[in-house]
């Protein structure tokens, strides 16, 4: 293990999940590939204009609620988003060593919670293809508190459900401005993720302690084949 966190000071690790416990090729694939052309064939138009547009209003959304909403967006896009993520579903896979991480947070009587802004549609379609529900104590979606997790207004209603110590919990996210607002609410222990999509760049990160897979943080005895 490296000495990016010490597990005798943790209680409480929140999770985020696409990137940090899933690969993020999935989403990146869906919304920037699959679902313009989707999009285009619906409409009869020209898919790299479909690209274009799809780009623009997603950026315009960016840091939102509504950007990670799977009704906002069929609406917007007179599209069933829902049914189109299922076309390509078999792309959601784990990210290395996360079962093998989430077992080891288990035998440490660490509270595992997941922190998503994933659409519940989305949400639940990930559960049933993954193996991670099992793993976890609970699992919550910023849908339900009607603010995305770069919101202080998520991080207090989470703490008021929740009751955890900020001053002993760690929270893992592919997303620094997440991180960043993790932190300016009081999160202690915080650790980002180098390479989030299995087939996207290796980042460096600079303001955050950071790991590539989780193998890093664990014992060896629990890494996985």
């Known amino acids: ?6 597990w005798n000071a943790i209680d409480t690790v929140l999770l985020d999940m696409d990137g940090t416990l899933l690969d993020l090729h999935f989403d ?9 052309q989707r999009y285009a064939q619906h409409h009869n138009i020209c898919p790299d204009q479909a690209t274009r547009d799809l780009h623009d209003r997603f950026d315009a959304k960016r840091g939102t609620l509504e950007w990670y909403c799977l009704e906002h967006w069929s609406k ?53 293809v993954t193996g991670i529900e099992p793993h976890l104590d609970q699992v919550i979606s910023s849908h339900q508190y009607g603010v995305p997790k770069e919101d202080q207004h998520f991080w207090q209603q989470l703490h008021q459900q929740l009751n ?5 919990t760690l929270f893992v996210d592919d997303t620094e401005n997440i991180l960043a607002a993790a932190q300016q609410f009081g999160i202690a222990h915080l650790l ?18 950071a790991i590539n897979h989780f193998d890093e943080v664990i014992p060896p005895h629990y890494h996985q084949p």
């Open 28 to 36: 990146n694939h869906f919304w920037l590939e699959y679902l313009p």
């Open 76 to 128: 917007e896009l007179a599209v069933d988003i829902r049914q189109v993520k299922e076309e390509v579903n078999h792309l959601i896979s784990e990210r290395p060593f996360t079962q093998a991480f989430l077992s080891f947070l288990g035998d440490q009587n660490k509270e595992r919670i997941l922190i998503t802004n994933a659409h519940p549609h989305t949400l639940e379609l990930k559960l049933q």
């Open 164 to 168: 955890f110590d900020p001053a002993r």
């Open 192 to 209: 980002c993720i180098h390479q989030p999509d299995s087939k996207g760049q290796h980042r460096q990160i600079e303001r955050f302690p």
């Open 1 to 6: 293990m490296n000495n990016k966190v010490d």
